[in-house]
Antibody, heavy 117, light 111 residues
Framework: DVQLLESGGGLVQPGGSLRLSCAASGFTFRDYGMTWVRQAPGKGLEWVSTVSGHGSTTHYADSVKGRFTISRDNSLDTMSLQMNSLRPEDTAVYFC??????????WGQGTLVTVSS | QSALTQPPSASGSPGQSVTISCTGTSSDVGGYDYVSWYQQHPGKVPKVMIYEVNRRPSGVPDRFSGSKSGNTASLTVSGLQAEDEADYYCYSYGGSNNFGVFGTGTKVTVL
């Protein structure tokens, strides 16, 4: 079975940094793109960033471009999101999702990031 | 990267049909056949119901169907059941410059 497990969320002050991780199992990790999607409390889904299977191609939403960096380690079947210069509006549950031809067919349970002083 | 436009709410009685629209632009919905739909129950993880405009993943009931015309995609749920009450989000690929965008979300209520 496909499993995705996020970690690394927590409370951080505005301007601070946080690194999220997503551990994958149950599929050939390197064959699929991976994506971060976030959901602010009581709000809708927002696509954040996608990394290709080999890790050389990345895409970012304008709202995080220049502040967040997505990466992956295919030897460890993990994906990461380095978040810098965090803002209160980055507060959300962050989901990692397996990406198959521009659809997200498996999702993790999410990790909560709270940006507040 | 503006969110795709969906109606905030839709409703129907059990057994009836409900259709949710998702309006974008020629740069996303209208430009690619990579529209997908996600169902999210409160406190739960989103689940893909339709991909590539009108394809259904295995295990999704055939009561769920998708279509697209121009810059607007649609999700139809036929034969509404109580368990269909949830939030629904569309998503479209937007090309290499605006990779992906979700819709604003629609809350479906089964009366």
């Amino acid at each position: 079975d496909v499993q995705l497990l996020e970690s690394g969320g927590g409370l951080v002050q505005p301007g601070g940094s946080l690194r999220l991780s997503c551990a994958a199992s149950g599929f050939t990790f390197r064959d699929y793109g991976m994506t971060w999607v976030r959901q602010a409390p009581g709000k809708g889904l927002e696509w954040v960033s996608t990394v290709s299977g080999h890790g050389s191609t990345t895409h970012y939403a304008d709202s995080v471009k220049g502040r967040f960096t997505i990466s992956r380690d295919n030897s460890l079947d993990t994906m990461s999101l380095q978040m810098n210069s965090l803002r209160p509006e980055d507060t959300a549950v962050y989901f990692c999702a397996k990406t198959s031809y521009f659809r997200y067919d498996y999702w993790g349970q999410g990790t909560l990031v709270t940006v507040s002083s | 990267q503006s969110a795709l436009t969906q109606p905030p709410s839709a409703s129907g009685s059990p057994g009836q049909s409900v259709t949710i629209s998702c309006t974008g632009t020629s740069s996303d919905v209208g430009g690619y056949d990579y529209v997908s739909w996600y169902q999210q129950h409160p406190g739960k993880v989103p689940k893909v119901m339709i991909y590539e405009v009108n394809r259904r993943p295995s295990g999704v009931p055939d009561r769920f169907s998708g279509s697209k015309s121009g810059n607007t995609a649609s999700l139809t749920v036929s034969g509404l059941q109580a368990e269909d009450e949830a939030d629904y989000y569309c998503y479209s690929y937007g090309g290499s410059n605006n990779f992906g965008v979700f819709g604003t979300g629609t809350k479906v209520t089964v009366l």
